[in-house]
């Protein structure tokens, strides 16, 4: 696979669209603010040339410990996949990373991000979160699979103690719970208490945790209360919205990563049918709402397929390809699709492109390849279509 490739040969530290607004967040606490007027000029031509505008301002790539967990569980995958393909370099040198790099002083194990987030409250750089952690766990439970090796179920369970002890958790009456984003904010996100829930579940399933289980069962039932009468989950939680305008707000990659979690859960349960409800109406709201009619994806309901980012496509070869086995719709909307998405976001080294968006009235290819953002997204979402495609035994 070329993009594994151009991964091996450029090494596990990139760049990320984060790491700007990291620098200019850092300028303001360090007291040498950035101006308005520079700011502005400085994520425009974050536009035209990242690499020089991070280069000059001395932003260092760094490696992202998320990026790492979704390399981990796409190399696994592909060592399985791929006959005759050898990929376990890259699997020890991910493992080594993140075995360095988790996070201490927590009750279990976890990950951050390399760069201060501002988000409605500051993450700093390095404080675990549960997105994160998932998707390391995620690496981890595919070489479990693969292996049947309980190192890794041992590394799941680690997780999930820090997933369950250290992250906030609100109780809401008649609701469940709803997991916090990280050890440090009180937000009600669904993308991240269903992550949560669905590797509680997990783990707990697997390692024999009753109480794993029962917590990612409430955190469950947050979420399926959370649904609208479209069938479908905001980002934010309905009445936790930190802003009045967020309210109903949706995006390609947090649905696409509910929508997994969600299918996921449902093959745990298949005898729950409000779980499988639930995704039924959900996949359907997305197949409608998150792609044009020739397949593109779809950044926001409501809007044209143009921006497209890089993640959005990525998210969806993720989830698609993971329906691939039972899911004939999934397979119907991945066929045409993935020519399309292989047509046109790929750059002739192998990488992926960032964005595609008009400008003066012409289509513009930003083909700068963030690592995490697009690279790492990519590669785990090609891997889950080679191995749907795989577990359908049709090569087509």
């Not at 000059?56 to 410990?65: D, S």
């Not at 979420?223 to 305008?245: C, H, I, N, T």
């Not at 109903?248 to 409800?277: K, Q, W």
């Not at 086995?325 to 492109?353: Q, T, Y």
Request: charged share 20%; hydrophobic share 40%.
């Amino acid at each position: 696979m070329a993009l594994g490739k151009w991964v091996r040969s450029n090494g596990w530290a990139g760049y990320d669209p984060y790491d700007l607004p990291g620098y200019l967040f850092d300028c303001r606490t360090m007291g040498t603010p950035v101006s308005k007027e520079a700011e502005a000029i400085l994520r425009r031509r974050d536009q035209d040339d990242p690499l020089g505008v991070r280069c000059e301002l001395g932003i260092a790539p760094k490696v992202n410990a998320k990026s790492m967990g979704l390399f981990l569980g796409a190399y696994c995958l592909l060592q399985d996949v791929l006959p005759g393909q050898d990929y376990s370099v890259e699997v020890l040198a991910c493992d080594e990373w993140l075995a360095q790099n988790s996070v201490s002083g927590f009750a279990g194990t976890g990950w951050g991000y390399p760069f201060n987030w501002e988000s409605y409250v500051v993450i700093p750089a390095g404080v675990p979160t549960a997105v994160n952690s998932c998707h390391v766990g995620d690496g981890y439970r595919a070489m479990f699979k693969s292996t049947g090796s309980v190192l890794w179920l041992e590394r799941c369970l680690r997780i999930s103690d820090f997933l369950l002890n250290d992250l906030n958790v609100d109780r809401v009456p008649g609701r469940g719970c709803c997991f916090s984003y990280t050890p440090i904010d009180f937000f009600h996100v669904n993308n991240a208490n269903l992550g949560t829930a669905e590797f509680l579940l997990w783990t707990g399933l697997e390692g024999g945790r009753e109480e794993f289980v029962n917590a990612g069962l409430d955190a469950l039932a947050f979420s399926l209360s959370d649904f609208d009468d479209r069938g479908a989950l905001a980002y934010w939680a309905e009445g936790f919205e930190p802003k009045p305008d967020l309210a109903g707000f949706m995006d390609h990659y947090h649905t696409a990563a509910e929508l997994r979690s969600l299918l996921r859960i449902c093959r745990m349960f298949p005898e729950r049918n409000d779980v499988n409800e639930a995704f039924q109406s959900y996949f359907q709201f997305y197949l409608d709402a998150f792609f044009d009619v020739e397949s593109r994806p779809v950044l926001r309901p409501g809007f044209d397929w143009l921006p497209f980012d890089i993640h959005a496509g990525a998210e969806a070869a993720y989830l698609l390809g993971e329906m691939l086995p039972d899911h004939p719709a999934a397979k119907e909307k991945l066929m045409v699709f993935l020519p399309w998405f292989l047509d046109s976001c790929r750059n002739a080294d192998g990488s992926f492109i960032h964005r595609i968006e008009m400008r003066d009235g012409e289509q513009l290819v930003r083909p700068f390849p963030f690592l995490r953002w697009g690279q790492a997204w990519v590669l785990r979402g090609l891997a889950s279509v080679l191995q749907g495609i795989r577990a359908t035994g049709e090569a087509s």
